[in-house]
């Protein structure tokens, strides 16, 4: 059975899907989403906002519950490669390609992080165009250039800084 819920966070309401014990999608919502009380919250939704705000508070850099992303293989490689961005650093849509095995991909690397059901936690908000600068994002340019303040702000309490230096304004 699939469950949603939804939650005020600061970037947004959140929306999170639970279908059968295993979250299928985090999204960002319309701020007018008929029927929000969430009587059908699940344990697991639960477990999710919770890292999920925590991630938003600078105090969580990886998450633990379960979940998984319906896709084309391409799309799941892709969304593999981007959990292994390290909180803090952002990729480029050519070296997620790259990573991946396909280098002349670019694209479709950028088709497939469009589409990212699992957003934050597969952190989508990571990857940026060639030359540095924001690219889209399903979120909106403001909420993918406060994300990416975020993890350069908390990472490692400033005692590293990130490889690849962003222009987020």
Not at 46 to 56: F, N
Not at 104 to 128: K, L, S, Y
Request: net charge positive; hydrophobic share 40%.
């Amino acid at each position: 059975m699939q469950h949603i819920a939804f939650y005020r966070t600061t970037i947004g309401l959140i929306g999170i899907t639970d279908s059968d014990g295993v979250i299928t999608e985090i999204f960002l919502a319309d701020e007018q989403v008929p029927g929000n009380d969430n009587k059908q919250e699940t344990p697991l939704q639960k477990k999710a906002i919770r890292q999920l705000e925590e991630y938003l508070a600078g105090q969580r850099q990886t998450f633990d519950f379960a979940f998984t992303a319906a896709g084309t293989e391409f799309q799941k490689s892709v969304w593999e490669a981007l959990r292994k961005i390290p909180y803090g650093e952002t990729r480029s849509y050519k070296q997620i390609a790259q990573m991946i095995g396909r280098p002349n991909a670019a694209r479709a690397v950028g088709m497939a992080n469009h589409r990212n059901p699992i957003m934050i936690v597969t952190p989508c908000h990571r990857v940026i165009a060639a030359d540095g600068s924001l690219a889209g994002y399903a979120g909106g340019l403001e909420v993918k250039k406060k994300l990416l303040e975020l993890e350069k702000q908390h990472l490692y309490a400033g005692a590293v800084a990130p490889r690849q230096n962003v222009q987020l304004g």
